[in-house]
């Protein structure tokens, strides 16, 4: 494994540490990897680390340990990333509604790339994804593996408001709108469920290192899946 990367500080509590600049299997491995390597060395003074794409974020406490030094502690695990062993990823199913009021992009994604909106649900929903990231809102999973035969340009002029649950193509990559906001992809359909919950235990369902797979339900489904999830919200705030 190339170990190359590159340290800089961000503020006076974080370090980056970048293996490059693209959106790549290889490279989000090796972030993994180095995430993994310093959970096990138990570097004192590290509070939290966010991995993306191709870097990773160590949030440090400077009272216990300065930035020098824990630049020498990521270095000195890069000789050990090949021995680490990432463990499988956990594939989370993500029922999926597609096309009409809840994927009104679907028509425009499956006409930009020459297919039926059938194939365009077919092809979307046959394989897995990895989650690289979460950023944007909580929980919005940024994921890699798209098909190239269904990638679609951003709206030109993003939408004011896109519900929770959308799920979105932009450029080459997919990914999940947990809440309500703003947005410029293109929304091909939606799930009925939860991705943030700030009220509970665990507030973001998803991770990152994890991967999804999309599977298509009809409209009896998502609405009593939906039905389920608010019921259940409800109770975990009586």
């Known amino acids: 494994m190339d170990t190359e990367l590159r340290l800089a500080p961000s503020g006076d509590l974080a370090l980056?540490?970048?293996?490059?600049?693209?959106?790549?299997?290889?490279?989000n491995t090796k972030v993994r990897s180095l995430m993994l390597a310093l959970q096990k060395v138990n570097v004192e003074g590290i509070v939290e680390?966010?991995?993306?794409?191709?870097?990773?974020?160590?949030?440090?406490?400077?009272?216990?340990?300065?930035?020098?030094?824990?630049?020498?502690?990521?270095r000195n695990t890069l000789g050990g990333l090949d021995d680490i062993e990432l463990p499988e990823p956990m594939i989370i199913e993500i029922p999926t509604?597609?096309?009409?009021?809840?994927?009104?992009?679907?028509?425009?994604?499956?006409?930009?790339?020459?297919?039926?909106?059938?194939e365009v649900v077919e092809i979307h929903a046959s394989k897995s994804y990895r989650i690289y990231m979460l950023g944007f809102?909580?929980?919005?999973?940024?994921?890699?593996g798209m098909d190239e035969r269904i990638a679609t340009p951003r709206l030109e002029t993003p939408r004011t408001k896109i519900a929770g649950g959308s799920v979105g193509i932009a450029g080459a990559q997919t990914g999940i709108y947990p809440i309500d906001s703003p947005g410029g992809w293109q929304i091909i359909g939606r799930t009925p469920v939860p991705l943030y919950d700030p009220l509970s235990?665990?507030?973001?369902?998803?991770?990152?290192?994890?991967?999804?797979?999309?599977?298509?339900?009809?409209?009896?489904?998502?609405?009593?899946?939906?039905?389920?999830?608010?019921?259940?919200?409800?109770?975990?705030?009586?």
């Open 16 to 27: 980056v540490a970048s293996f490059g600049n693209e959106i790549s299997e290889a490279l």
């Open 49 to 74: 680390m966010t991995p993306t794409y191709c870097s990773l974020m160590i949030h440090y406490d400077p009272l216990h340990i300065g930035y020098e030094a824990l630049c020498e502690k990521v």
């Open 97 to 118: 509604l597609y096309g009409g009021e809840y994927g009104p992009d679907l028509e425009f994604v499956a006409k930009h790339n020459g297919l039926t909106p059938e």
């Open 137 to 144: 809102t909580p929980g919005f999973p940024y994921l890699g």
């Open 201 to 238: 235990e665990e507030p973001i369902l998803l991770k990152a290192g994890e991967s999804i797979r999309f599977v298509p339900i009809d409209q009896e489904t998502y609405d009593r899946m939906s039905r389920e999830a608010q019921d259940k919200a409800r109770e975990g705030r009586a």
